[in-house]
């Protein structure tokens, strides 16, 4: 157990609304991503945190915002909800991002855009 | 472009060896991970290789050959509990894990 966890668990909204999704970690590890699995898709990385403040985006950032303002959470924003963002979204936290630092996961949050 | 092949389904008998192979072509590499995730669940960490030759860890074995761009989980003494998605995911230049699409295995009494 890697102290991950992410809040809301299921949500649904609708087109045009904001969403929030919050992932909390316990152990201090310095990096963060915000992933998005869709079926028939791998992992797509939305956006990734290498520290307090320090954000880069991923190959599937557009409508999506992020903020980390302390170690322990990394919140993913959806600004204007669209149903292509229908998917579950799984945040990972890693010690590093040398050769051999392994990502774990959080259990993820299942979001429906109507 | 950078992509990874995996077999979208595999079927194996309870008690059986079953391996499931990778193919990748990354921009640089920094290594390959694999994960299982049982369906509903988070992705969780399985191995890990970064040079050519065979990890076994258990049940479970990796292999890796950089020239070929190619890794092979291989699963023993299958159990029921093995019934999950196994995803491939090489470490680019950029230290990104580019993720493959899984492989989801099937087991059968």
């Known amino acids: 157990d890697a102290g991950i966890t992410q809040s809301p668990r299921h949500k649904v909204t609708e087109t045009g609304t904001p969403v929030t999704l919050r992932c909390h970690q316990t152990?201090?590890?310095?990096?963060m991503y915000w992933y998005r699995q869709d079926p028939g898709h791998g992992l797509r990385l939305i956006h990734y945190?290498?520290?307090?403040?320090?954000?880069d985006k991923g190959e599937v950032s557009d409508g999506y915002s992020v903020s980390r303002s302390k170690t322990e959470d990394f919140l993913l924003t959806l600004e204007s909800a669209t149903s292509s963002q229908t998917s579950v979204y799984f945040c990972?936290?890693?010690?590093?991002?040398?050769?051999?630092?392994?990502?774990?996961f959080g259990p993820g949050t299942r979001l429906t855009v109507l | 472009g950078q992509n990874i092949d995996q077999p979208t389904e595999m079927t194996a008998t309870e008690g059986a060896i079953v391996q499931i192979n990778c193919t990748y072509q990354?921009?640089?590499?920094?290594?390959l991970f694999w994960y299982q995730q049982h369906a509903g669940e988070a992705p969780t960490f399985l191995s890990y290789?970064?040079l050519d030759g065979l990890e076994e860890k258990g049940r479970f074995s990796s292999f890796l050959s950089r020239s070929k761009g190619y890794s092979y989980l291989l699963l023993k003494e299958l159990q029921m509990k093995d019934s999950a998605s196994y995803l491939c995911?090489?470490?680019?230049?950029?230290?990104?894990?580019?993720w493959g699409a899984g492989t989801k295995l099937i087991i059968k009494p």
């Open positions: 152990e201090n590890h310095r990096y």
């Open positions: 945190s290498y520290g307090v403040k320090d954000t």
């Open positions: 995911a090489p470490m680019d230049s950029n230290y990104q894990l580019i």
């Open positions: 990354t921009s640089g590499f920094n290594g």
């Open positions: 990972a936290i890693s010690e590093g991002q040398g050769e051999t630092d392994t990502q774990y």
């Open positions: 290789n970064v």
